[in-house]
């Protein structure tokens, strides 16, 4: 059987943010990839965009949600969510191996290290 995950991006779909009013219109059935790959898991990407370039690209928090077969090296458990940063963005990522299980919003304790994580990467670029 194949793993069920939401799939979407608030990008496009505001409400993916926190999946509370259309919830059952993004859970799907993961297949496999284009390229063959079996869907193992699913995945959250938390994403701050940090500079505004304009209409299409705001600075704004971003979610996408979706199917996953392969796992970060940063990933040492199941459940377990990375830091990622590059020019003008901020990611948490995420990844579960149960059906829906990317419904649901960063874990607390996460949620509070990710303004240290930010500091850090920022320190990192002054010094």
Known sequence: LAIKCYVCNSHSHDDCKALETKKGDYLEECGDDPQGHKYTLCRK????????FGPLHPAERRVHRACGF?????????????????????SWVCSCKDDGCNSATLPSTTA??????????VLRGIY
């Open 112 to 121: 509070l290290l990710l303004p240290l994580a930010a500091l850090t990467a």
């Open 70 to 90: 392969k796992e970060s090296e940063e990933v040492v458990d199941e459940k377990d969510c990375y830091y990622k940063s590059g020019y003008n963005t901020r």
């Open 45 to 52: 990407i938390d994403m701050y965009l940090d500079m505004d």
